[in-house]
Nanobody, 125 residues
């Protein structure tokens, strides 16, 4: 399984970006998907997760109300729409996939087995 994340870049505070993560090598229609981020000197942190049904979404307190996770199983792709970006959102963003199907959304990075390569998001004026 390979995960390819893209869509990062530089944006001013208050701006928006949409990240995409395309999976190959496996149909992920029955897999939970999640987004994490890691800032320099910090551990990787959970941001958002979506169940394999797409019916339930979970967010960290730091992004709840600003970020939205969605999935398109026909394209094997998960998205992260990021609005009202702040300088503290600056980090490398990773998509993640657990090893097993039908897993619940975990907030611990150890719950995930497959990782994208990361895409840099920089928020500054």
């Amino acid at each position: 399984v390979q995960l390819q994340a893209c869509g990062g870049g530089w944006v001013q505070p208050g701006g928006s970006l949409r990240l995409s993560c395309a999976a190959s090598g496996r149909t992920f229609s029955r897999y939970t998907m999640a987004w994490f981020r890691q800032a320099p000197g910090e551990e990787r942190k959970f941001l958002a997760g979506i169940t394999w049904t797409g019916n339930q979404r979970y967010y960290s307190d730091s992004v709840n109300g600003r970020f939205a996770i969605s999935r398109d199983d026909a394209k094997n792709t998960v998205y992260l729409q990021m609005n009202s970006l702040k300088p503290e959102d600056t980090a490398v963003y990773y998509c993640a996939l657990p090893k097993e199907r039908n897993a619940s959304v975990g907030r611990d990075s150890r719950a995930y087995y497959y990782w994208g390569q990361g895409t840099q998001v920089t928020v500054s004026s």
